[in-house]
């Protein structure tokens, strides 16, 4: 059963982190976008539940929810602590079905470019981090001729300033350092 260390605002308005005691996962990322997707995972399920919930990002000691635009925090984060703290530790199964369930991480992404091997580095050292920070994360999608599509997920996956000012920087740094005619977009 996890603890609490930590709730954080995060630049998304509609978006908290939770910041835990223990990891939630062995290193897997879950990026839940509704209901339905939760069905299948126990603790994204119980987080929809509570009700007025939108998505449910949640790796290693981090969860971000994002509640509907009526939802008060002041009324959610107490029922949102109670699953929080009744989840299950992870274990190895449980990460790997995770993992499985994931599918659009950087490990799915197959391609030979050269450049997707600097590109993830890039993200790895200077981008995700900051991104988790802020309670967010993203991953790669895919990389075609010129173009890298990207997926912004928990508080990034809404947040105005992830799809404008972040998604530019994003792209200005991986032209300058990677290739000039790279462009970048989000799905």
């Excluded at 339905?36 to 929810?65: C, P, W």
Aim: aromatic letters at 4%.
């Amino acid at each position: 059963m996890p603890k609490i260390d930590n709730i954080e605002e995060t630049p998304n308005p509609n978006a908290i982190k939770f910041l835990l005691k223990e990891p939630i996962t062995n290193g897997a990322v879950r990026s839940i976008q509704s209901a339905a997707e939760a069905e299948n995972d126990a603790l994204g399920k119980a987080l929809f539940d509570v009700g007025e919930v939108v998505s449910v990002f949640y790796m290693d000691r981090m969860i971000t929810v994002e509640k509907t635009d009526d939802a008060d925090w002041d009324d959610l984060l107490p029922r949102l602590a109670v699953p929080i703290r009744a989840a299950e530790p992870p274990n190895k199964a449980s990460a790997a079905a995770a993992a499985a369930a994931v599918g659009g991480s950087i490990a799915a992404v197959v391609n030979d470019d050269p450049r997707l091997g600097q590109i993830n580095d890039i993200l790895d050292a200077r981008i995700r981090p900051a991104l988790a920070g802020d309670g967010g994360w993203l991953e790669i999608v895919s990389l075609k001729d010129d173009t890298l599509t990207i997926h912004y997920q928990g508080a990034c996956g809404s947040c105005p300033s992830a799809i404008s000012g972040t998604l530019m920087a994003i792209e200005g740094m991986l032209q300058q350092e990677v290739d000039p005619d790279l462009e970048v977009v989000t799905v």
